[in-house]
Nanobody
Framework: QVQLVESGGGWVQAGESLRLSCAAS????????MGWYRQAPGKQRELVAGITRGGSTNYADSVKGRFTISRDNAKNTVYLQMDRLKSEDTAVYYCNAGVVTKTYRPLEVWGRGTLVTVSS
């Protein structure tokens, strides 16, 4: 009914940058908060950054000053610009969104994830 598709992951060296994108599609009336989470091997999934429909943002302490979340409401897309990457940023990154469908049903939707590997 509603899908989130991430792109932009890959392998980089420490200090380099990557930009993740997540596009929502399907039976969408509106999208409220969107966010990026990550899960490293052997660890729990954690919030990386979130953004409201109005553009207010919040970040995990570990990425403040290095990562920037943004969104394009017209394209139902959220981005994560990741700069000065560190080896500890290596994880699968997941997109999350609070969606209201065209039948006015609220849904929490997850993407399938994109792998980011940072080599030191």
């Amino acid at each position: 009914q509603v899908q989130l598709v991430e792109s932009g992951g890959g392998w980089v060296q420490a200090g380099e940058s990557l930009r993740l994108s997540c596009a929502a599609s399907g039976s969408i009336f509106s999208i409220n908060a969107m966010g990026w989470y990550r899960q490293a091997p052997g660890k729990q999934r954690e919030l990386v950054a979130g953004i409201t429909r109005g553009g207010s943002t919040n970040y995990a302490d570990s990425v403040k000053g290095r990562f920037t979340i943004s969104r394009d409401n017209a394209k139902n897309t959220v981005y994560l610009q990741m700069d000065r990457l560190k080896s500890e940023d290596t994880a699968v990154y997941y997109c999350n969104a609070g969606v209201v469908t065209k039948t006015y049903r609220p849904l929490e939707v997850w993407g399938r994830g994109t792998l980011v590997t940072v080599s030191s």
